[in-house]
């Protein structure tokens, strides 16, 4: 019987890594597909941004009120419900008759996708009751992440070269309807004893910023940039006067976690803006296929599913500051390296920046969430695992908005293809910026002095 019981615990995690892996491809396998949606909609630059962007940012917006909501009307529910609205966006996406109806489907995608992750690791938690096999789990289950990153590319590339692009969001569909078979089958139903109020007012406050910031910064607009300033001051006020906001802006008042959340954003900011600008580097001026591009990238995967769990067990044994500075030199040195891009570039340059960005993202990765929830009370540490997750969604829609813009922004009217290179100096200065940020948050805000200074009481009662 006990066999029998682990086993089914083993399918459920199973069943919720599959969740894990489409959610993760479409995080990396656009990119390599960004070329030839350009080419075949006939889209610029800012439009393609969009495609990654409007997903990025509708995750990121969706995940905290995701996981509150499935823990009132039930994991297992909600669960089944983002797998459907993630595979009928998925077949849309790929039936796209032209630029703004893929992006209004990659939004679609983007609300079934807020419903998995968190769903799915509160499902996690909830069957896997001992310590150490939940350890053990959610080790299984960050590994997929890595194996999502290294899938992206070749199987994006493979799929772009010998099919077509619109293939690779037809893949998510056998997945995810198996996906939501296996769980009616399989997946107990669940709920929170004590689940948190539904804040409908911040949740619109927090996707009107998200939304009008990133939009301000690829479109170079000013009603949205003062929109964006007008939601912040609206969550700043209303917030605080919310009995259980959705973004408790109290926790902020912990220097590791509010170190997290920038932590966050810069690391996966440099992620999503490198890999998109590696992808049209590599296709658009170098003339690679999609399938070279993708196997070009892959060591920066590789290292992430060999040094990601080795970062997890520093962080273990000496706290999360040693990987976090190590993992700031990374990704700096990565953007000096590529500062130096030219249309000639040698490809063991190419490669040693791709490895060093591999090495620093890797070991960046795993320390975020448990130096977001240093210093807070036990209570708050699924909120602030929660906030770290929609820290790196957002992340990596500002870096996609960011760089995109000031390559957008170099190239003075010339075609991508020849005025590329030049354009993107600026943008590797940027990444390189990145890297050094995480290297000071991460020395100033995960001491010891720091962390002795956070007393409980003072967090609960404030």
């Known amino acids: ?158 799929l772009v070269e010998s099919v077509g692009w619109r293939t690779i969001f037809w893949l998510n569909v056998p997945i995810g309807v ?81 170190g997290a959340t920038l932590i966050a954003v810069a690391a996966f900011s440099s992620l999503a803006g490198f890999l998109l600008l590696n992808t049209i580097y590599l296709q658009e001026v170098r003339g690679y296929t999609p399938l070279h591009a993708g196997l070009l990238t892959l060591p920066i995967a590789a290292i992430t599913v060999i040094l990601g769990p080795l970062s997890g067990r520093l962080v273990g044994a000496r706290g999360p500051r040693p990987s976090l500075l190590f993992g700031g030199v990374g990704i700096g040195l990565s953007g000096l390296l590529l500062t130096r891009l030219d249309e000639h570039t040698p490809l063991a340059w190419l490669l040693a920046a791709y490895v060093v960005f591999g090495i620093g993202f890797a070991m960046v990765n795993p320390p975020i969430t448990v130096t977001a929830v240093s210093g807070l009370p036990t209570a708050q540490a699924g909120v602030a695992a929660a906030f770290a997750s929609t820290s790196r969604q957002f992340g990596a829609a500002l870096g996609v908005a960011v760089l995109g813009a000031v390559v957008a922004a170099g190239l003075h009217g010339a075609p991508l293809a020849d005025g590329f290179v030049s354009a993107s100096h600026a943008a590797w200065w940027i990444v390189a910026g990145c890297g050094v940020a995480v290297l000071c948050i991460g020395t100033l805000t995960t001491g010891r002095r720091v962390l002795e200074r956070q007393p409980e009481a003072e967090l609960v009662d404030a």
């Open 1 to 158: 019987m006990p066999l029998q019981a682990r086993r089914r615990r083993l399918l459920i995690l199973g069943i919720c890594c599959m969740s894990l892996l489409i959610v993760g491809l479409d995080n990396t396998i656009v990119n390599i597909a960004v070329p030839a949606i350009r080419s075949d909609l006939d889209a610029s630059l800012a439009g393609v941004q969009w495609t990654i962007d409007a997903y990025s940012l509708v995750l990121a917006s969706l995940l905290l009120m995701a996981g509150s909501t499935a823990d009132r009307i039930g994991r297992r529910r909600t669960f089944q419900t983002g797998l459907a609205v993630f595979v009928i966006g998925s077949l849309l996406c790929g039936l796209a008759p032209s630029l703004g109806w893929l992006v209004a489907f990659r939004v679609l995608q983007a609300i079934g996708g807020s419903m998995l992750n968190p769903v799915a690791m509160s499902i996690i938690t909830n069957v896997f009751t001992d310590r150490r096999e939940r350890a053990q789990a959610i080790g299984v289950w960050a590994g997929v992440v890595g194996i999502s990153m290294a899938l992206g590319p070749v199987v994006g590339g493979l």
């Open 178 to 258: 198996a996906a939501i078979i296996l769980t009616a089958l399989f997946v107990p139903e669940s709920r929170a004893p004590r689940p948190r109020r539904v804040d409908l007012p911040g949740q619109v406050i927090v996707l009107a910023l998200m939304a009008s910031a990133t939009y301000a910064i690829i479109e170079t607009s000013i009603v949205a940039g003062v929109v964006a300033v007008v939601a912040l001051a609206a969550l700043l006020i209303v917030e605080p006067r919310r009995h259980e906001p959705l973004v408790d802006l109290k926790l902020f008042r912990s220097p590791p976690f509010a």
